[in-house]
């Protein structure tokens, strides 16, 4: 999908800093940009899963997530925060100014300079199982469920789910090179059908953290 997005110069990107109690240094950063950097980002991506596990409307999850929200509120900086599974239906506590983009629009155009640069959490172009799973807890429906649950047992039962997110190793894949080059073929299956010339592709959810240099595009794990 093609949004009125123009990435600045000193644009940030992060993403996948799975934010959790005794696991915060990224608020911390940037609470402190004026200090840390000579000059505060004009911009800051947020490629998703920022917070281990942040679900808007079910309030258990927003007070585990208050200085996070509130660090995110204060920021100087142009927003633009794309949902990954860790952190979605996030209009309800990150409104405007900043720009969410939800799942079900990525990966989502945008353009630096000349150049045209494809954004994403991550978690697309996977299989049908995968689809179902993601499509089902981030709708509408689950996600009111799930607040009146949180609701009625007084957030016991969300934090049994939080307690299992927190304890899922978050680590890099061995099979990085692998996953690489699948996400680079799934691509270009999905560039190839909307017949455009994409120059760079970044996004986040794989855990790598490398820069692969395409005959066909620039790809940012």
Known sequence: MSLDIHINDDAIFIADSHIQKNRDALIYKLNNLD???Q????????????????????????II???????IKNLKSQIIYFEGNH???????????TMIIPRDIQPVIARYKNKIIMLAHGDIFLDQKYEFYINAITSKKM??????LDF??????????????????IKYPRNADS?????ISAYKNYIKSLDIKVDMVIEGH?????????????YVA
């Open 143 to 148: 996600i009111s469920f799930l607040g009146c």
């Open 65 to 71: 997530n208050e200085k996070l929200i509130e660090c």
């Open 152 to 169: 009625v047992s007084k957030g016991k039962i969300f934090n049994i789910i939080n307690n299992k997110v927190k304890a899922k190793e």
């Open 87 to 97: 952190d979605f239906n996030i209009k309800s506590v990150l409104d405007s100014p």
């Open 179 to 183: 996953i690489i080059n699948q996400r």
């Open 35 to 37: 200090s840390i950097r």
């Open 206 to 218: 794989f855990h790598i953290g490398k820069i692969i240099n395409d005959k066909d595009f620039i």
């Open 39 to 62: 000059k505060i980002p004009s911009q800051i991506v947020f490629l998703g899963d920022i917070s281990n596990l942040l679900v808007g409307k079910i309030r258990s999850s927003e």
